[in-house]
């Protein structure tokens, strides 16, 4: 199992793939290569020297997934978590409030305030 402490497992948008069934299904994540080829949020914080969206001034922007009405919400809550208070502590909220695997099915149209919420921090 992937190590959900390790901060490389956080895609740079700030979706968790320590938790994500895709791992199983061959995905490596976007840091290793996986994922998304087209992502445009792939480059854009390597390319300023960050580690993801949560170090980045202009977050949440519309080069990410940030806008999107199905996800957009979770995106959003999970940047704002590392923002608050630090990746390895949101990746642990994270792991106890939602299991091991991720039901990103059941974070679907979920909002900013109820994401925040489900980890503790609303």
Known sequence: MTQWTDPATLAFCGWIC???PGLSEGCAGCRAGGGDA???????PSERGYAGCWECAEFPCD?????????????????????????????????????D????????????????????LG
Request: hydrophobic share 35%.
């Open 38 to 44: 087209g992502c445009p949020t792939r480059d854009c």
């Open 101 to 120: 695997q991720i039901d990103y099915s059941a974070l679907q149209n979920k909002t900013e305030e109820e994401v925040l919420a489900l980890l503790g």
């Open 63 to 99: 080069r990410g997934p940030f806008g999107r009405p199905d996800f957009g919400g979770t995106t959003i809550a999970y940047v704002r978590a590392a923002q608050r208070i630090g990746v390895p502590a949101m990746l642990e909220r994270a792991r106890a409030a939602l299991g």
């Open 18 to 20: 320590a938790g994500c």
